[in-house]
C-alpha cells in the first residue's frame, strides 16, 4: 500500500471508499462501534493482522506529523493529541481496507447488526468501545446518554461510565492515582463538561484547579453525616483554565527556553538571574490564538475583579503541597477592555516566571522534583467578595485544617480542624505579612483563644485589610480604621467596641452603641453555631473522602436573614502537610537548671529535635537595633549560606520575631530556600516598638515547615514559666569566621555556635509536649535521646 493511498487511489477506487465513508457520517456515535467491527471483519478475514494494522497506523501518524511541520512532535504534541491522531488515522485506515476488500452490502449487513443489537440491548454498545482513544467530544456524547437512560439500565452501565470518567479526567485533571481513586467515585460527566467549555488551550489544568473541582463535587455529592446541605451553600468561584499545553507555545514563540532550564544551575545564580527573567517573560507575548480567547472571557465577565493563579501539574500533589512557592496575582479589571487584557496577560506571564523562582526550585531540589518537566496551568478566577464604598473584598477569608496542627490548651480537640481568618482578601491569612495578625480558631472550642487579657486581643486583633479598591483599579492594603465604619454591614459579627481598653462585643448598632473604636475580633461570628457546625463539617467531610487531613482556602459571604446564614466559597483544596512523626513526649523531670538553654510555655507543637550540634544564632535584641535596613536582607542570605554550608549537620536557627515575616523589623526575611535544612526555628519574640511578633501557625511559611519536618517554637521571655539563656549563646565562641569570613563584620548580630565544642561533648535536645503546652531545650548527651 503507497504513502499517500488517499490520493493515489484510481477512478474505480475512489467511489468505493468516499461511500463508505459517506455512510460512516451518517452515525457519528455509532460509527466508532461500527468501525471496530469492520476491523474485526479485516482481521478474521486474514485481509491485514492486527499487529501489523496498529503498526501501520503509528507510522502514518509519525509521517502526518512531519507533514505538519513538526519538527520534535514529542514535545510539541500533548499526549492527549498524539492519541486523537492516531484515531483518526486509524479511522482512515479502516474505511480504506474495508472499501478495497468487501462489498458495500458487507458494511450495511455490519451496520445493521450494531443497530440491531442497540435495539436489544442498550449495553452491548460499549462492549468494544475503547474510551482510551476515542475523541473527548464522543465520550461526553456517550456519557450524557447512559446518564440520561432509566435507572435500571444505566445501572448496568454504571462502570462504562466510570471509565470515560476516568479517561477525562487523566486528559484534563491529574493521572496521579491517588486523585483518580477519588475523582472517578466523586466527579460527574457535567464537572468535567464545564471544565471543557472553560478551557483555553490544550493539556491539563493542574492540580489547583483539579482540587477545587474535587472539593466541589465531594461536597454536593450528599451523604448521610452530612450535618447541613453543602449543595445549598457551597460554591467554587466562576473559573476559566489556560492548559498546561500553553506554556510550550509560550516559551517556544518568544524564544524563552534557556530560561527554563534555570533548574540545574548553582542556586546562586539563579537567585541572581530571577529579576532578569521576570523582565524578559513580561516583555514576551502571549500567543494571539489565546490573547482573543482572553480577550473574549474579559468581554463575556465584564468589570469584575479577577485572580490569576498557578496551578502547576506539581502543585497541590498528593505529598507535596507546593504551598505558596508559586505567584498569584489580583487583576482588579476595571480599565478598557484592552487595558485589562494587558493587565491580565502580564499576571499570566508573571505566573509563567514563577516556575523558575528560587524558593520553587529549592523546594523541587528538596522533594526530589527537580527532574520533572514542570509545566505550567493557570487557573482565572472572578475575586470572591461585595462591595463597600470605593473597595471589593471578603467578609471573611482564610485557610482550614481538617487537622488543628497545634493546640494551645488541653481541651482543644485536634481533629475537630482549624481555622486562621481575615477580613478582606485571604493573603493576609496564608502569608507573614508585615506586623498584623489573623483570627486563629480551634473548632472544637471556637471561643477559646490563645490570647486571654483584653490587651493582648486588642494587641494580636487584626489591624490592616487587603482589597481591591475599585477606584484606583488596584489592589492595596489599607487600614481598617480607614475602611470600615459603623455603616459596615456585619459589624456584628466580625466587630467588638474597644473603650478605654475594655472589649465588649457588638450586639446591636445605634447611636448610644457608636462609640469607642472599632476592633476585629470575630466575636460574634466565632459564636454562631451554625458558621462552625459548616466549617467543621466541610473539613471532616473532605477529611473522609481524602481519607487523609485536608487544608483548604475559603471566602465567606454573609447571607442575611432571618434567619442569617453562610455560603462558603471554596478556592482551594489539597492534603494537609505533616510532619514525618508527630507524636508526644514527656518532658524529662530530672535536668539541672544550668543545663536548660530555653524554656517555651505557648503553641507548643507535639515532637522532639534531637543531638543538635549547632546553632545559628541572631540576637534579637542586637537586630532590634539595627538602623540600616540592607543589614537585615545581609543577615536573611546569609543564613542561606550557611544552610547549605551546614547540610549535612543537626542544626537549629535561633532569632528575633517572626522568621520569613515581609517586614524585616519583625523578623530575618528568609524564604524557605534559606531554611530547608535545618531542623527547627526558633523564635524569640520580643516586642519592636508597639509590635509584638505572631507564630507562623498556618501560614505556607508554616506548612513549609510542617512539610520538611521543622519544627517552629516561640518563646516569650517575659512570660510566665518561659525562659531563654541568653549568656550561653552571647557568649559561646562565634565560628562565623571560620565559615563565612567575608561576613565577619556582622558577628555582633549573627553567631554560629558548635554545642558540642562548647559544653565538651554534650549536645541541644528540644522536647515539645503540646498536651502540656510546653517545651524544653537542654544540655544532654547524645545517648540519652538515642533509641
Keep these: 500500500m503507497s504513502e499517500d493511498y488517499l490520493e493515489n487511489l484510481d477512478a474505480t477506487s475512489r467511489p468505493k471508499v468516499l461511500a463508505v465513508h459517506l455512510g460512516l457520517i451518517q452515525y457519528p456515535i455509532l460509527g466508532a462501534q461500527i468501525r471496530v467491527r469492520m476491523r474485526e471483519t479485516l482481521f478474521d478475514r486474514g485481509i491485514v493482522d492486527q499487529v501489523s494494522f496498529e503498526r501501520e497506523v503509528r507510522e502514518k501518524a509519525i509521517r502526518s506529523q512531519i507533514r505538519e511541520r513538526m519538527d520534535d512532535p514529542f514535545s510539541q504534541e500533548s499526549e492527549a493529541v498524539w492519541q486523537e491522531r492516531l484515531s483518526k488515522i486509524r479511522d482512515i485506515l479502516t474505511e480504506f481496507y474495508f472499501a478495497m476488500n468487501f462489498k458495500y452490502d458487507e458494511f450495511m449487513n455490519i451496520v445493521k447488526n450494531v443497530l440491531g443489537q442497540k435495539k436489544s440491548d442498550v449495553g452491548t454498545i460499549f462492549l468494544s468501545f475503547n474510551p482510551e482513544i476515542a475523541p473527548w467530544k464522543m465520550l461526553f456524547t456517550q456519557a450524557r446518554h447512559i446518564e440520561s437512560l ?30 483518580l481513586g477519588i475523582a472517578k467515585k466523586t466527579l460527574h460527566i457535567g464537572d468535567l463538561e464545564w471544565i ?7 493539556g491539563k489544568i493542574g492540580g489547583k484547579a483539579g482540587g477545587i473541582m474535587l472539593a466541589k463535587s465531594i461536597l454536593h455529592n450528599p451523604d448521610p453525616e452530612d450535618p447541613v446541605d453543602f449543595q445549598k451553600i457551597v460554591s467554587i468561584p466562576d473559573s476559566y483554565f489556560l492548559g498546561s499545553d500553553i506554556i510550550y507555545e509560550f516559551v517556544d514563540e518568544n524564544d524563552l527556553s534557556e530560561m527554563v532550564h534555570q533548574k540545574y544551575k548553582p542556586f546562586d545564580e539563579i537567585k541572581s538571574d530571577f529579576p532578569s527573567i521576570i523582565q524578559r517573560f513580561l516583555k514576551a507575548r502571549i500567543p494571539e490564538p489565546y490573547r482573543s480567547q482572553l480577550r473574549n472571557m474579559l468581554a463575556e465577565l465584564g468589570k469584575v475583579p479577577l485572580i490569576v493563579r498557578s496551578s502547576s501539574l506539581l502543585e497541590d500533589n498528593f505529598g507535596v503541597a507546593f504551598a505558596g512557592k508559586y505567584d498569584s496575582y489580583f487583576c482588579p479589571n476595571q480599565d478598557t477592555l484592552e487595558n485589562n487584557l494587558e493587565e491580565l496577560c502580564d499576571a499570566i506571564k508573571k505566573v509563567y516566571a514563577s516556575i523558575v523562582s528560587p524558593d520553587a526550585l529549592a523546594y523541587r531540589q528538596h522533594k526530589g522534583l527537580i527532574d520533572y518537566d514542570e509545566r505550567m496551568a493557570v487557573l482565572i478566577q472572578k475575586v470572591q467578595g461585595q462591595q463597600f464604598s470605593d473597595y471589593f473584598f471578603p467578609v471573611i477569608a482564610g485557610v482550614g485544617f481538617s487537622h488543628n496542627p497545634f493546640i494551645w490548651n488541653p481541651r482543644i480537640d485536634r481533629n475537630a480542624g482549624f481555622l486562621r481568618i481575615v477580613l478582606g482578601l485571604g493573603t493576609r491569612a496564608v502569608d507573614r505579612l508585615g506586623s498584623d495578625y489573623a483570627k486563629m480558631v480551634a473548632l472544637s472550642h471556637p471561643t477559646l483563644q490563645p490570647v486571654k487579657s483584653n490587651e493582648e486581643k486588642i494587641l494580636y486583633s487584626q489591624k490592616s485589610m487587603d482589597l481591591i479598591n475599585l477606584k484606583t483599579n488596584l489592589m492595596e492594603t489599607a487600614s481598617i480604621k480607614e475602611v470600615i465604619n459603623w ?33 476585629m475580633t470575630f466575636e460574634g461570628l466565632l459564636k454562631n453555631q451554625r458558621f462552625i457546625t459548616i466549617m467543621r463539617g466541610i473539613l471532616q467531610k473532605l477529611e473522609r473522602h481524602y481519607e487523609r487531613p485536608v487544608d483548604i482556602e475559603f471566602t465567606v459571604d454573609i447571607v442575611p436573614g432571618p434567619p442569617l446564614d453562610f455560603h462558603v466559597n471554596i478556592l482551594q483544596c489539597r492534603q494537609q502537610s505533616k510532619r514525618a512523626e508527630e507524636r508526644e513526649f514527656a518532658i524529662p523531670t530530672e535536668i539541672d537548671e544550668e543545663q536548660i538553654l530555653l524554656v517555651s510555655r505557648r503553641m507548643v507543637s507535639a515532637g522532639r529535635i534531637s543531638n543538635i550540634r549547632y546553632v545559628v544564632y541572631i540576637d534579637p535584641e542586637h537586630y532590634n537595633h539595627i538602623e540600616d535596613d540592607s543589614v537585615r536582607v545581609q543577615l536573611a542570605r546569609i543564613v542561606g549560606q550557611l544552610n547549605n554550608i551546614l547540610e549535612k549537620e543537626i542544626f537549629v536557627l535561633i532569632g528575633p520575631g517572626r522568621w520569613g515575616s515581609s517586614n524585616i523589623n519583625l523578623g530575618v526575611p528568609v524564604s524557605y530556600a534559606d531554611i530547608f535544612n535545618t531542623r527547627g526555628l526558633v523564635e524569640i519574640a ?76 554534650k549536645v541541644l535536645q528540644i522536647i515539645m509536649n503540646a498536651r502540656d503546652g510546653k517545651a524544653i531545650g537542654y544540655l544532654g548527651t547524645e545517648e540519652a535521646v538515642i533509641r
Design 150 to 179: 432509566p435507572e435500571e439500565k444505566k445501572k448496568q452501565l454504571r462502570h462504562h461510565l466510570r471509565e470515560i470518567i476516568v479517561v477525562l479526567t487523566k486528559g484534563m485533571l491529574s493521572d496521579q492515582l491517588s486523585f
Design 196 to 202: 471543557y467549555r472553560r478551557r483555553i488551550g490544550r
Design 487 to 519: 455603616k459596615f454591614p456585619n459589624l456584628i459579627l466580625t466587630g467588638s467596641i474597644e473603650t478605654e481598653g475594655e472589649l465588649r462585643q457588638i450586639l446591636m448598632i445605634g447611636p448610644s452603641t457608636m462609640k469607642g473604636n472599632i476592633i
Design 686 to 761: 520580643i516586642p519592636y516598638g508597639d509590635t509584638a511578633p505572631e507564630a507562623s501557625y498556618g501560614t505556607h511559611f508554616f506548612q513549609d515547615l510542617v512539610e520538611s519536618n521543622i519544627y517552629a517554637l516561640p518563646i516569650y521571655p517575659g512570660e510566665k514559666g518561659a525562659f531563654f539563656n541568653y549568656d550561653f549563646f552571647r557568649k559561646s565562641p562565634n565560628l562565623l569566621s571560620d565559615y563565612l569570613p567575608q561576613h565577619d563584620s556582622l558577628r555582633d548580630y549573627l553567631s554560629i555556635v558548635d554545642v558540642k565544642s562548647v559544653t565538651g561533648g
